[in-house]
Structures are given as C-alpha cells and as structure tokens.
C-alpha cells in the first residue's frame, strides 16, 4: 500500500496501484464499497468508466509530477464516464473525499511507501 500526501493541506490517502492491465481493467468493479481516505491509482491512465460498478466516486486526475490537473465529483456507479487529456493516472476515491480533503487542482501529491 502506498500513500499520497498533499503537503499544504495534510491530506493522507491511503493508495492500491492498479499498474498493469489487468488491474487496470478490473479497477473497482464488483467491489461493495471503498472506505474514506482509500483509493486506487490507475496509471497509466487517462480515462475512466463506472461500468459494473457499485458505489460513487471521485476521480482525480493527475500529470507524470502527480499534479491535479482535473477533479471529477460524484461520478455515479453504470452510467459515469470521465477523461483528461494529457493526464498521466487518475486516482479513484470514494465519492465526497475530494472536498473532504479540500483537494484543488494544481496541487502536488508527494508519494510514501
């Protein structure tokens, strides 16, 4: 498990790496729940749908330096889709976390094992 910190809020989310295809692929699907302050890393990664999936969430899109470059709220379970054009990953949280860690595009996720 890894963690993304956002130095000038505190923010603490623990993180699954979804870093080859098939995790990937099989994203969140099936799951029942994913509880606040976790998330899944999708990278590489520019796109996201919400096929087969069970719960809302939010998408925070970020650059190769984990960069928010585009924060996607309330993405809603069979019909959701979201992109962003020149993102490197996109980090699925549950929906509500994004404000709840005021996340804001610019800042910087810095990474810890």
């Not at 603490?12 to 098939?22: K, P, Q, S, T, Y």
């Not at 729940?33 to 096929?51: E, Q």
């Not at 330096?65 to 979201?82: E, Q, T």
Request: glycine share 8%; proline share 3%.
């Amino acid at each position: 498990m890894t963690e993304f910190r956002i130095d000038e809020t505190g923010a603490r989310i623990e993180v699954e790496i979804a870093d080859n295809a098939w995790k990937r692929l099989k994203g969140l699907m099936f799951r029942d729940r994913l509880d606040s302050g976790r998330g899944l890393f999708l990278a590489p990664c520019n796109s996201i749908h919400m096929m087969f999936m069970r719960f809302a969430i939010d998408a925070v899109y970020v650059d190769k330096d984990y960069r928010i470059k585009k924060i996607v709220r309330g993405l809603r379970p069979w019909i959701g889709l979201s992109m962003c054009l020149g993102a490197f990953g996109v980090l699925e949280i549950p929906s509500g976390d994004a404000d709840k860690f005021n996340l804001k595009v610019g800042q910087k996720f810095l990474l810890t094992a």
